[in-house]
């Protein structure tokens, strides 16, 4: 039961345009929504967080959108950058029980050219 | 440098073996949690601790255990390896249950 889902494996995007990475989620019961971003050989770096009370948080470049009507979101990059290449995940937490428990999506790679 | 420091970085061992992955969270935090990354499975919670005790469970094989000791470091024991057990094993840690966890290089598993 895949409860988050990147249906994109990959995207390209020139330098300077916009990159825009979708997510879908299935758990109605999380609250809480991130992406993290990961280099090789190193471990995934939270990027940018967003709470399900809200519908949009920026931070610099970076803008998640959240639709909890259709339960999915995205994450806007803007301008893209050669150094934004990377592998993106989004997460969801459940709060209560849940915890720290996140349940990641399988990721989508991005590759910005110069 | 997230601060967390994961030992060792590869480990090559063969099926039916016991192996320990132990895990440093950054200096002040109190929760560390185990997710396993493999080829068709995506990044997978395993495990939470929080100040030496278990916070929070996923879908983890009985054949595999954590614990968090009293310095907060943390091991997770995998026994009798299968091929399958192959993986990248992430450590993370937060000051509590944070969402915004710091994650380690990883411990790269291949069971041959």
């Known amino acids: 039961d895949q409860q988050v889902k990147q249906n994109s494996p990959s995207l390209s995007v020139q330098e300077g345009r916009i990159s825009i990475l979708n997510c879908d989620y299935t758990?109605?019961?999380?609250?809480?929504f991130l992406w993290y971003k990961k280099y090789p050989a190193e471990g995934p770096t939270f990027l940018i967080s967003?709470?399900?009370?809200?519908d949009k948080n920026e931070d610099g470049r970076f803008t998640v959108f959240l639709n909890k009507s259709a339960k999915h979101l995205s994450l806007h990059i803007v301008p893209s950058q050669p150094g934004d290449s990377a592998v993106y995940f989004c997460?969801?937490?459940?709060?209560?029980?849940?915890?720290?428990?996140?349940?990641f999506g399988q990721g989508t790679i991005l590759t910005v050219h110069p | 440098d997230s601060g967390v420091t994961q030992t060792p970085k590869h480990l090559i061992t063969a099926t039916g073996q016991r192996v320990t992955l132990r895990c440093s969270p950054r200096?002040?935090?109190?929760?560390v949690y185990w997710y396993q990354q493999s080829l068709d499975q995506g990044l997978q919670f395993l495990i939470q601790?929080?100040?030496?005790?278990?916070?929070a469970k996923g879908n983890i094989l009985e054949r595999f255990s954590a614990q968090q000791f009293p310095d907060l470091h943390s091991e997770l024991n995998l026994s009798s390896l299968e091929l399958g057990d192959s993986a990248l094993y992430f450590c993370?840690?937060?000051?509590?249950?944070?969402?915004?966890?710091?994650f380690g290089p990883g411990t790269r598993l291949t069971v041959t």
């Open positions: 967003i709470s399900s009370i809200k």
């Open positions: 601790y929080y100040n030496g005790e278990e916070r």
């Open positions: 997460a969801g937490n459940a709060g209560g029980t849940s915890y720290g428990k996140l349940t």
């Open positions: 200096s002040g935090d109190l929760s």
């Open positions: 758990n109605s019961m999380f609250d809480y």
């Open positions: 993370a840690s937060s000051v509590g249950d944070s969402h915004e966890q710091y």
